[in-house]
């Protein structure tokens, strides 16, 4: 058990092997962060404590606890959950155990969420080996009074950051279980559509995702049907009560990271079988029901990969003919809308790209 009692700020870190660079995790919350108290709780999965524990660094042993989970299943939401519902501090904080913090992220965030008087701060990230990410898409120089809509929050699902535990969508945020990939994609929409205060310090110290790990659920290529289980398990009554702008800005965001970026990455010359293809027409008219009007801010590639998505199970030489075309497809396309006056749409691809080339962060 850990001597940090009465702690500021409860950072849970799952871990399943003994390989994951856990102590530097935990060196990252620590470093630079003087002023809150911070107890660092890690969540042993299917693996027992005092193997973890000898992997850990010994100068870190009073600032953590250690919990185990045995539950037999391939799927991050129930360590993590088991963090969460321990926590006892104010704010709380969720880490992969091959992800960082940079220096002193705890300690910024910390102190401003507290000056501002606000519910969560949404951390920058970036690649180990990379530029930041630029996500979510918020507005050019805006840290404060972010809009879920106007600062399309929607396209950072992974809640990565520090968040007030005292407070309803907060308290009772919990990954979705059941899943191998995508556990947060709900519990992180509900969470920026509940009206709560949100931070996005985009020039502070970064959430780092690490590089290192070559098991890491994200880089395998799942079956579609369990790649979209997440969104298809999206509480039907919550989405029916957002807001026209909101299922539209979700259905977005789901139609480029979700359908289109899983296309992409299997390519025309996969095997494309029947519940690959079953999958892709269900996401289809999944977003379609959400937001009819999600394609008109999409670039004509874009619109046509999804039409003939929509055919996916029924007429499979049609989807593959889509699916060339689009990695065929020129630059103009690829950018521009159908109709002139959709480019001026603040999700279109031409407005996305401006946006990128404005903002001068590396």
């Given at each position: 058990m850990s001597e940090a009692q009465n702690p500021d700020i409860d950072v849970v870190i799952a871990v399943h092997t003994t390989t994951r660079p856990l102590s530097r995790?935990?060196?990252?919350?620590?470093?630079?962060?003087?002023?809150?108290?911070?107890?660092?709780?890690?969540?042993?999965?299917?693996?027992s404590s005092k193997e973890i524990?000898?992997?850990?660094?010994?100068?870190?042993?009073?600032?953590?606890?250690?919990?185990?989970?045995?539950?037999?299943?391939?799927?991050?939401?129930?360590?993590?959950?088991?963090?969460?519902?321990?926590?006892?501090?104010?704010?709380?904080?969720?880490?992969?155990?091959?992800?960082?913090?940079?220096?002193?992220?705890?300690?910024?965030?910390?102190?401003?969420v507290n000056e501002k008087n606000a519910d969560a701060v949404i951390a920058p990230v970036r690649h180990e080996s990379g530029s930041i990410i630029k996500t979510?898409?918020?507005?050019?120089g805006r840290v404060e009074n972010l809009d879920p809509v106007k600062d399309r929050l929607a396209y950072a699902t992974a809640m990565r950051g520090l968040w007030r535990t005292n407070l309803g969508p907060l308290r009772e945020f919990r990954y979705v279980e059941g899943l191998r990939t995508a556990e947060d994609l709900a519990p992180s929409l509900e969470l920026y559509f509940s009206g709560g205060r949100f931070l996005y310090p985009a020039k502070g110290p970064a959430y780092v995702l690490g590089n290192e790990s070559d098991d890491?659920?994200?880089?395998?290529?799942?079956?579609?049907?369990?790649?979209?289980?997440?969104?298809?398990?999206?509480?039907?009554?919550?989405?029916?009560?957002?807001?026209?702008?909101?299922?539209?800005?979700?259905?977005?965001?789901l139609a480029r990271t979700s359908l289109i970026s899983a296309?992409?990455?299997?390519?025309?010359?996969?095997?494309?079988g029947v519940d690959d293809r079953a999958a892709v027409q269900q996401l289809v008219e999944f977003l379609t029901e959400l937001a009819p009007n999600f394609r008109k801010p999409l670039s004509t590639a874009e619109n046509e990969l999804i039409m003939g998505s929509s055919l996916a199970a029924t007429e499979p030489d049609t989807f593959l003919s889509a699916?060339?075309?689009y990695e065929d497809a020129g630059l103009i396309v690829r950018t521009l809308c159908r109709g002139a006056l959709a480019n001026v749409d603040p999700d279109s691809t031409f407005r996305q790209i401006i946006r990128a080339t404005l903002d001068r962060r590396k």
């Open positions: 995790a935990i060196a990252s919350c620590l470093s630079g962060s003087q002023g809150p108290r911070i107890r660092i709780t890690v969540v042993c999965h299917n693996i524990c000898s992997s850990i660094d010994i100068q870190y042993a009073n600032s953590v606890r250690y919990l185990e989970l045995s539950d037999g299943k391939n799927s991050p939401a129930g360590p993590k959950n088991a963090g969460l519902v321990s926590t006892t501090a104010p704010f709380v904080c969720v880490l992969d155990s091959d992800d960082f913090l940079e220096t002193g992220a705890l300690g910024h965030w910390y102190q401003l979510p898409r918020v507005r050019l890491r659920v994200t880089h395998d290529l799942l079956p579609l049907p369990q790649e979209f289980s997440a969104i298809f398990r999206l509480p039907e009554k919550w989405l029916q009560e957002l807001s026209p702008a909101a299922r539209k800005g979700i259905a977005v965001k296309i992409k990455r299997r390519g025309s010359t996969s095997n494309w699916v060339r075309a």
